[in-house]
């Protein structure tokens, strides 16, 4: 019986037992006297395969939390984007409405020229009325 225990925990540590096997391996480990660490060992899986699958929920809890804190840091990072593509957004308009204006102040500049240019011509007619002002005839 103890060469056959050893034979089958042989099987099972290198991983080549099967299911019937280690069932029997259990029973004869029950029966038998010494290998308390296997004893100890299938005992603990036997107590840890009746144990309710309640502990398996905390990773998820984890996992949400993980998940909640990747949300904020991401609602985080797209508020941010957002601030500064509407800054980019303000300094483009500004210097939109800065280009308009002073293409507005061009033309309104190069139309003022063509005005004074116009009035030119209208104050060298003044110069020629002033024969008839130094040649007054004299009034009595």
């Not at 037992?17 to 069932?23: C, D, G, I, P, R």
């Not at 699958?53 to 909640?68: E, W």
Request: charged share 30%; hydrophobic share 35%; no cysteine.
């Amino acid at each position: 019986m103890k060469e056959r225990i050893e034979k089958l925990l042989n099987s099972y540590w290198a991983g080549e037992s099967t299911l019937q096997e280690e069932a029997e391996l259990r029973e004869l480990l029950k029966k038998s006297d010494g290998f308390e660490s296997e004893k100890a060992w299938f005992a603990e899986l036997e107590d840890f395969s009746k144990e309710e699958p309640h502990n398996l929920q905390k990773p998820r809890r984890t996992q949400l939390a993980n998940l909640s804190w990747m949300g904020w840091a991401a609602s985080i990072l797209i508020l941010i984007g957002t601030y500064f593509g509407w800054q980019a957004y303000e300094r483009q308009q500004e210097e939109q409405a800065y280009h308009e204006v002073m293409a507005a102040l061009s033309l309104f500049q190069e139309k003022y020229s063509e005005g004074q240019q116009q009035l030119q011509k209208m104050n060298d007619l003044k110069y020629l009325n002033t024969t008839n002002e130094l040649f007054k005839p004299l009034e009595k």
